[in-house]
């Protein structure tokens, strides 16, 4: 009778612990080359798209072997949270099977009584190292900061126990299940991320993955009607800057890969503005069109006059601005362009309205103070709002050459 596949992993997961211990311990030396994609969907959310190029180490092989054509291996550490529309691929675009959350737990709890028994071999301990491992591997979002402290406590009796557990309490294992270690491979997988700190026109994109491989190279797709202002790797921690990108770019890519053992958290840091064709310019033409409209007519013209002999002519020639201003307000936009632009069309939707409310009085036959109120303050309104967009026009990056 053949073996439950949980039996078989509990059966082998110490094994596959000391494969694992040999293998993160030296990422950069079997993890040649890690590239990620970072799609924004929204303000809020980003999809990452991670291939991954490794070969396994001969000498580890057997270590990692979970059946006769069965091999674990760890791809990666992610936050621990619900992985959302993931998928995990191979070479040819085919499904690979994935350890579930308690598999990989078998395996992180045989790593982390590994790791102490390396630190303390034969001492006594001081500390219930059972309970302890219990709450790391149990560890949520709301538990980091306690069962990191009760990890800090022990770092100087058990050094490596304590460095491993405190990335188990925050992070779990991805860990792929291949069917051939002989040869090198390229492992590729997806998800949807949430973003910590949401914002219009600045992010911050996790990207611990350039400690994890020998290279590391991240690529940013900018939303349609966006540019990438500046994209620059920086220490979390700190602030510093740790790689300048470049500039303007609809398309940043980034090559960085942190030296061994250094102590950073390492993050793509992008600064986003709107392409100056795509709503600024025809808006800034609307206002400026708006503001003539109404100001040459308030200084000069007689709108009592008008108002008697022409009224719902003028009114419908004034609401042709709010026709093409509704135009310019079209549907269909990437979230995070819709978010950034929102107030600027608030401030054309303001000027617009001033111009259909000095049509109507206009078209009403209005008396002669109210059409020198609304008017004059359309007029203004107009004004300010064709000030505004200018300078963001000017302020805006030129619109892509794309091929």
Known sequence: MQPWPG??????????????????????AWRHRRVETIEVLSHEEVRRSVSVDFTVPLEH??????????????????????LVHFDLFGE???ALPLLRSDEVRLIARELLYLMLDIDVEDAELDFDASDLIERVLAAGPNDTETVTARVDAVAEQAPEFAALARVLTSKFLLCAVLDDVGRRRLVKFAYDEPLGRPDRRSHFYGTQGCTEAASYHVELAVPEGMRARSADIVDNRTGEQLLEGPQDSDRPGLHYVAGA????EPGLRVNYATERGGFLVPAMLVAWVITLELGLAWAFADLRGIAVAGGPAVAVLLSISAVFASLVLRAGEHPLVQLVLARYRMLLGTATLAA??????????????????TWG???????????????????????????
Do not use: H, M
């Open 261 to 264: 053992g250094a102590e950073i």
């Open 377 to 403: 303050i359309g007029a203004v309104v107009a004004l300010v709002t064709a000030g505004i967009l200018s300078i963001e026009v000017a302020r805006a990056p030129a619109t892509a050459k794309r091929p």
């Open 61 to 82: 092989r057997d270590e990692l072997r979970l059946s006769d054509r069965e091999w674990v291996v760890p791809l990666a550490v992610l936050d621990k949270r619900k």
């Open 92 to 94: 040819d675009e085919y």
């Open 7 to 28: 039996e078989v992993l509990e059966e082998r997961s110490g094994e596959i612990a000391v494969g694992f211990a040999a293998l993160l311990t030296r990422q950069a």
């Open 356 to 373: 259909v409310a000095a049509g109507g009085t206009l078209a009403f036959r209005g008396s002669e103070a109210l059409l020198n109120w």
